[in-house]
Nanobody, 118 residues
């Protein structure tokens, strides 16, 4: 059974940093693309970053320079490090995975809330 479990969210002040984790199980983590998406209140879900099984990364323009995505195959875990947090980063952050890198998001986690106060 595929399972993605996010952790690391919480309340932060503007300018602080957070590291989100996504623990994966039930599939061959090393062969999957991993994604972080977020959805702010009353906004559409948006892609934040992705990382291929070959460790090629993409970071959305909205967070470029402040966000790093990484993965640890030995721990079957993907990470999203966010620096210099801004109130507009407030959202539920979701981890997703797919096997082909097309953004089909075959599997999803339940999300972790990040709230940034000014």
């Amino acid at each position: 059974q595929v399972q993605l479990v996010e952790s690391g969210g919480g309340l932060a002040q503007a300018g602080e940093s957070l590291i989100l984790s996504c623990a994966a199980s039930g599939f061959t983590f090393s062969r999957y693309w991993m994604y972080w998406l977020r959805q702010a209140p009353e906004k559409r879900r948006e892609l934040v970053a992705s990382i291929s099984f070959g460790d090629s990364t993409y970071v959305a323009d909205a967070v470029k320079g402040r966000v790093t995505i990484s993965r640890d195959t030995a721990k079957n875990t993907a990470y999203l490090k966010m620096n210099n947090l801004k109130p507009e980063d407030t959202a539920v952050y979701y981890c997703a995975a797919d096997s082909n890198g097309t953004g089909s998001f075959e599997s999803w986690g339940r999300g972790t809330q990040v709230t940034v106060s000014s």
